[in-house]
């Protein structure tokens, strides 16, 4: 069974949500991944892609029958053919919390063996919206801002009231802008940096950020935790679940511009950080000068280090840390690990490498801290 893209199809009964933004639904025997619906639903379904011989990709255009989740999105382009952005805000906190508890719990049961029964905590604002520090817009064919839809280039028009989870304090760039370009503005208030196709055209160049008791110098277009209040959070968790003891050591790998490496040293802990991006580690070394940061790929740097380590902070891009730096680190048997993870599945795989060296989950948090959409992050607490 082959769809022309634009087809119709249903009414079709949607089944549980997958890893992804969409939930799983069976039409003729293909598994149809529906997205824009809600488990439980009975929908009509928009094919937008089908080119592979077990799958197809589609939108929820009607609704027949409502979940009890269901909510009015209240962008008007976070819906079918529109933003790629929000892809659940047609439901509500509590529904977008559990989904997310579902996949998670799959991706660590079905790729690492373990059986999570926590739940995804939600993280201020309660409201879900106003929370990203750092947008990127594209610009339309007719020189307006715009938004990217879901897995194309197409750029929706950016909608007058703006985009409602980026942060009020937020500017939303006017002008003449050249069609085609990007337009990044990351941070807050009067030192908000705008960055077109790269370029520094108003701003600061260095934003200050506050987090676990500290000032952060952060290049305007390096890694910092996106959603305003995601950095404190997750230095706590990492704090609280690696229970650090003074005078033991500790890595921080991939440490941007060394958000973990801040509350180690405080604690009495002696830090080694490495991260890839050079700017990011000289910007570190200002930001916590009591710990020692290299520039380099973790998988090449840490072979160089001591033989022993007591706590590991690591928190990888979306594809995780890989057997390679698994191995690197439980070869140093750290009492215990900490996994900051925003992929599920890179996470899932990675804890079944740990299992087989002997480090066991001993605790697993997620946070909401990409409202409005799938994404969710983790951090996992392993030890022996
Ligand atoms: C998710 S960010 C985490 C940054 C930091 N821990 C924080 O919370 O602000 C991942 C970081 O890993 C860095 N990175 C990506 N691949 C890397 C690699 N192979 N080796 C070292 N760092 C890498 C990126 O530059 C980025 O700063």
């Given at each position: 069974m082959t769809w022309a893209t634009g087809t119709v199809i249903g009414p079709v009964t949607v089944g549980p949500p997958a890893h992804g933004g969409h939930c799983v639904a069976r039409v003729d025997g293909k598994v149809v991944f529906v997205r824009h619906a809600l488990p439980g639903e009975v929908v009509e379904v928009e094919v937008t892609e089908d080119t592979h011989e077990r799958y197809a990709r589609g939108d929820a255009v009607r609704v027949l029958e409502a979940a009890p989740g269901r909510v009015e999105p209240a962008c008007p382009v976070a819906r079918p053919g529109?933003?790629?952005?929000?892809?659940?805000?047609?439901?509500?906190?509590?529904?977008?919390?559990?989904?997310?508890?579902?996949?998670?719990?799959?991706?660590?049961?079905?790729?690492?063996?373990?059986?999570?029964?926590?739940?995804?905590?939600?993280?201020?604002?309660?409201?879900?919206?106003?929370?990203?520090?750092?947008?990127?817009?594209?610009?339309?064919?007719?020189?307006?801002?715009?938004?990217?839809?879901?897995?194309?280039?197409?750029?929706?028009?950016?909608?007058?009231?703006?985009?409602?989870?980026?942060?009020?304090?937020?500017?939303?760039?006017?002008?003449?802008?050249?069609?085609?370009?990007?337009?990044?503005?990351?941070?807050?208030?009067?030192?908000?940096?705008?960055?077109?196709?790269?370029?520094?055209?108003?701003?600061?160049?260095?934003?200050?950020?506050?987090?676990?008791?500290?000032?952060?110098?952060?290049?305007?277009?390096?890694?910092?935790?996106?959603?305003?209040?995601?950095?404190?959070?997750?230095?706590?968790?990492?704090?609280?679940?690696?229970?650090?003891?003074?005078?033991e050591t500790a890595w921080d790998l991939y440490c941007g511009v060394g958000l973990f490496a801040g509350p180690l040293v405080e604690a009495g802990v002696s830090v080694r950080g490495v991260e890839l991006s050079r700017r990011a580690v000289r910007e570190a070394s200002r930001n916590v000068p009591e710990a020692r940061f290299e520039a380099g790929k973790v998988e090449q740097v840490v072979r160089r280090w001591p033989d022993r380590v007591d706590l590991v902070v690591c928190d990888p891009p979306r594809t995780g840390l890989g057997r390679a730096v698994v191995d690197q680190v439980v070869r140093r048997r750290?009492?215990?690990?900490?996994?900051?993870?925003?992929?599920?599945?890179?996470?899932?795989?990675?804890?079944?490498?740990?299992?087989?060296?002997?480090?066991?989950?001993?605790?697993?948090?997620?946070?909401?801290?990409?409202?409005?959409?799938?994404?969710?992050?983790?951090?996992?607490?392993?030890?022996?």
């Open positions: 529109g933003c790629g952005g929000c892809d659940l805000q047609h439901a509500d906190l509590p529904t977008q919390r559990e989904l997310k508890r579902q996949v998670v719990a799959e991706q660590l049961r079905r790729l690492g063996g373990y059986e999570w029964a926590g739940a995804v905590e939600a993280v201020p604002p309660e409201s879900g919206l106003g929370w990203r520090t750092r947008m990127r817009y594209q610009v339309t064919p007719e020189g307006e801002l715009g938004l990217r839809a879901h897995r194309s280039h197409r750029v929706v028009r950016l909608p007058d009231q703006g985009c409602l989870i980026a942060h009020p304090d937020q500017p939303v760039p006017a002008g003449d802008f050249v069609p085609g370009t990007e337009v990044v503005v990351a941070g807050r208030g009067e030192q908000a940096a705008v960055i077109v196709d790269g370029q520094l055209v108003h701003g600061a160049s260095t934003l200050l950020e506050r987090a676990a008791g500290r000032t952060w110098r952060v290049s305007a277009d390096g890694f910092w935790q996106v959603h305003a209040a995601a950095a404190d959070t997750l230095a706590r968790a990492v704090m609280e679940g690696l229970d650090p003891r003074p005078g750290p009492r215990r690990v900490a996994y900051v993870a925003c992929d599920p599945a890179s996470l899932g795989r990675d804890v079944g490498t740990f299992a087989a060296s002997g480090y066991r989950v001993g605790s697993l948090r997620a946070f909401d801290i990409f409202p409005m959409t799938h994404h969710v992050e983790c951090v996992a607490i392993l030890e022996t």
